[in-house]
């Protein structure tokens, strides 16, 4: 599953935005291909912070999953990311960790939480105590 498209990133920013930073060849048209990867990797980092807190993949993108998946693709396509690319980039990781952590909420239903994962420990009765000793 992915989050965001590339039509994500012209809605959200302007094709002029995405020619500037994914032309890798200069003849004024956008490489899709390094958009992709960009958009993929983009996926694997959200979904490891996910992977702490929901079962994926999502049955539902949240909007604000696509925003996160167009900032970090952004930055990564950006040679040279400015300071807003490096800013947004920041705070949705920061916003991803504190997914992972519960601190913050997507709006979706966490799992159900699973039976049968408790350890239980048994041992024989104590030998020795502190007012007993075992005589052999």
């Not at 992915?2 to 002029?16: E, F, N, P, V």
């Not at 539902?60 to 400015?82: C, E, H, N, Q």
């Amino acid at each position: 599953m992915t989050y965001a498209q590339q039509s994500d990133i012209d809605t959200r920013y302007g094709s002029d935005l995405l020619l500037t930073i994914a032309d890798r060849d200069g003849d004024g048209v956008v490489d899709t291909d390094a958009v992709l990867l960009a958009l993929t990797d983009a996926d694997d980092v959200i979904n490891s912070h996910l992977a702490e807190r929901y079962q994926l993949p999502l049955a539902t993108v949240p909007p604000l999953l696509v925003k996160y998946a167009v900032d970090l693709a952004v930055y990564s396509l950006a040679a040279l990311p400015t300071e807003e690319m490096r800013n947004r980039y920041n705070d949705t990781i920061k916003a991803l960790k504190n997914i992972a952590t519960g601190v913050q909420q997507l709006g979706l239903a966490p799992p159900p939480a699973t039976a049968g994962q408790n350890a239980t420990v048994v041992s024989p009765p104590r030998a020795f105590g502190r007012n007993q000793t075992r005589v052999l």
